[in-house]
């Protein structure tokens, strides 16, 4: 059975710090691209960070460059997302999400919620 659940989320402070984590079981994770997306209230859900299935290579989005590092661990099946500096318009629900290509597959967690406020 395929799994991927995020933890790691939380009430955090502007300018704190969280680091999210998707742990995968039931399919081959280092086959797989993975992307970490957000959906705050009212907004269409939107790619945040991705990284190749090897590790080597990343893209972010404008908003995040920067602050957040995505990073996965293969031996550990397991994506993170390392989140600095944060701001209130960083308050959503992250999911994660795998993606291979060929043949075309996705996966996706259940959500994780980040809310920044004092």
């Known amino acids: 059975q395929v799994q991927l659940v995020e933890s790691g989320g939380g009430l955090v402070q502007p300018g704190g710090s969280l680091r999210l984590s998707c742990a995968a079981s039931?399919?081959?994770?280092?086959?797989?691209?993975m992307t970490w997306y957000r959906q705050a209230p009212g907004k269409e859900r939107e790619l945040v960070a991705d990284i190749t299935s090897a590790g080597g290579s990343s893209n972010y989005a404008d908003s995040v460059k920067g602050r957040f590092t995505i990073s996965r661990d293969n031996s550990k099946n397991t994506v993170y997302l390392q989140m600095n500096s944060l701001k209130p318009e960083d308050t959503a629900v992250y999911y994660c999400n795998a993606r291979r290509n060929v043949p075309a597959i996705r996966y996706w967690g259940q959500g994780t919620q980040v809310t920044v406020s004092s």
């Open positions: 039931g399919f081959t994770f280092s086959s797989f691209a």
